[in-house]
């Protein structure tokens, strides 16, 4: 019984903790460089990552490659280390297209999480959706907050660097998924971890070339 | 000559044409050619070679250059390792397969995956040759001046889901595999090329554990 109140205790502190995250931040006005610009951006490069994708225990490991095909169309391919396709994903505008995928990964919700994972870093029509702006307490870091009705993104950009360093994507303001994108050289990070808070999902994207 | 026969020659020997890849002509003792292969092979107890491996993304008009180290060693011995732009390595010892990946060992038991059964098959039976025997390809041999091109066809359904052609480059000279080419459906495709190729070195066995 005991254990059971402090338990209760514990659960609710630690949801009124996440449902409160967002309240100290200070509203600031929106300027147009408040809008968070793509990772990727408009250059039609491509991007090599050594990537790691742990779900559930189980892990993939491989190659993931990213190239802008036209604006906003981007594609997407997984392949083992040893060359083997994976996964082969394309989104255009709002449009997402599954050219391949093996029998192994062909699982809706997983399919369905890495997606919409890689859409967040992507950004396809971001502007197309409200946006308000905030500065945290310690005025460290410009925070954007994208409405996308079901659920919420938070930018966070480094005052003085100017990077984007975090993503926070929440569901009535209760983390659901956090980007940490950090080791910048020219303005790109060389590490991207995407950490689920509901799942047991983790994904590692490790820059090798651009 | 009717319509039918007409159409009968023309696709048999459109087949047959687009069956020779350019530069090749069919070998025409593939016997002796199996042979010799399979004489030449027993004479190898290890190999140590660099290698060099591209994957072609039509879509996207790209390739993925990696390059690294491969040591083999009779039986069963395998260590395939990535240096460039990444480190990863996987090494076979018989019946067990460890992967080295961001400093992370982890051990597999060959025989209790299929997917590593397959890898560890097609690993070595590419080194050794004997995928010319593997029931589960249809070889078709070819040759030019310097090489002998030998393509595999999957028949398995599965294989053939993810795998449309396996092509072997192998030297006359000394019939080493120099090259291999993995051809999907889509035509998207993996070439592995072999370079500084030493045989019969002296290779200790402590090669194929990793820790």
């Not at chain 1, 998924?177 to 950490?195: A, M, Q, V």
Request: glycine share 4%; proline share 2%.
């Amino acid at each position: 019984m005991k254990n059971l109140l402090l338990n209760s205790f514990i659960v609710i502190l630690l949801s009124s903790c996440s449902l409160g995250q967002y309240g100290k931040l200070k509203k600031t006005a929106s300027t147009p460089e408040s809008i968070p610009h793509s990772i990727f951006g408009e250059n039609f490069n491509s991007f090599l990552f050594k990537t790691n994708i742990r779900v559930y225990g189980k892990e993939y490991s491989g190659l993931l490659v990213t190239k802008q095909m036209e604006a906003n169309d981007y594609r997407v391919i997984f392949t083992t280390e040893l060359g083997m396709k994976l996964f082969d994903f394309q989104f255009k505008d709002t449009l997402f297209t599954l050219h391949y995928c093996v029998p192994q990964f062909n699982r809706a919700a997983l399919l369905n999480t890495i997606q919409k994972d890689i859409e967040v870093l992507l950004m396809n029509n971001i502007k197309t959706h409200p946006s308000s702006s905030y500065i945290d307490s310690k005025q460290t870091q410009n925070i954007t907050k994208i409405d996308f009705g079901k659920y919420q993104n938070y930018y966070f950009k480094n005052v003085q660097s100017k990077e984007l360093v975090k993503i926070e994507q929440a569901k009535k303001s209760r983390k659901k998924t956090t980007f940490i994108l950090s080791n910048y050289t020219d303005g790109f990070p060389n590490y991207i971890l995407i950490k689920h808070h509901d799942i047991k999902l983790k994904i590692e994207l490790n820059l090798l070339k651009k | 000559m009717n319509k039918f026969t007409t159409l009968f020659f023309s696709l048999l020997f459109s087949s047959i044409f687009a069956q020779v890849p350019v530069g090749y002509k069919s070998v025409k003792e593939t016997e002796s050619f199996k042979q010799k292969m399979e004489e030449q092979s027993k004479l190898i107890n290890t190999i140590e070679s660099d290698f060099t491996q591209e994957k072609y993304l039509s879509v996207m008009s790209e390739k993925i250059i990696t390059k690294g180290h491969f040591l083999f060693k009779k039986v069963n011995m395998l260590r395939w390792e990535y240096t460039e732009p990444l480190k990863y390595l996987i090494a076979i010892n018989k019946d067990k397969m460890f992967i080295k990946d961001n400093g992370k060992v982890s051990k597999y038991d060959i025989n209790s995956n299929k997917m590593f059964k397959s890898i560890n098959e097609m690993m070595m039976s590419t080194v050794n040759g004997t995928l010319l025997n593997n029931k589960d390809y249809q070889p078709n041999y070819f040759e030019n001046d310097k090489l002998y091109l030998i393509e595999l066809t999957p028949l398995q359904k599965g294989a053939k889901d993810f795998l449309k052609v396996i092509q072997l480059y192998v030297q006359k000279t000394d019939y080493a595999v120099v090259k291999v080419k993995m051809i999907e459906p889509g035509d998207d495709y993996t070439t592995i090329e072999f370079t500084n190729r030493k045989t019969n070195q002296t290779i200790g066995d402590e090669k194929f554990i990793v820790k």
